[in-house]
C-alpha cells in the first residue's frame, strides 16, 4: 500500500491488503486504550492547534536551511531547570513530537528577539 504522497512514478498500487489494515487498527486501539493521553481533544481549537503545530514545524524546517553555527556557553541550574520545564511544557501542548534543550533555547530566543526588535512575524517585517 503506498501513501497519496509517494514519489513513486508507478501507478500500479495493487491490491490494499485489508488484514493489514485491520491488524494495524487493532494495534493503534490498543495503543490508544493503553496510552489515552496521546489522543488529544476533538473540535475546531485542536486542529487550529495542529495547524499552528505545523505551520511551526515548516518554519523550522525552513531554518534548518539556513547555515548553522554550534554555539556552547554557560547558564545558571536555575535556569536549566527552567529551560527543562519549558522543554516540558512544549512536549505537552504537541503531543507526539520530542523537544531537545536546543529546540527550546530556538525557539524562546526567536520569540524573545522578535519581540525586542519588532518584528511582524506573520509579514516577516518590522512594524
Known sequence: MKRADDDDDDDDEGPIDEVAVAAALRRLDATIAKHPELVGPTGPDNVNAWIETLETDEKG??????????????????????????????????????????????SLLTRALDEIEGTDKHRGRKG
Do not use: C, I, N
Open 61 to 106: 524546517s525552513q531554518m534548518a536551511k539556513e547555515p548553522t553555527q554550534q554555539v556552547a556557553f554557560r547558564l545558571p541550574d536555575s535556569l536549566v531547570a527552567r529551560l527543562d520545564r519549558h522543554v516540558e511544557r512544549m512536549t505537552k501542548e504537541h503531543p507526539g513530537l520530542d523537544f531537545s534543550r536546543a529546540d527550546a533555547v530556538r
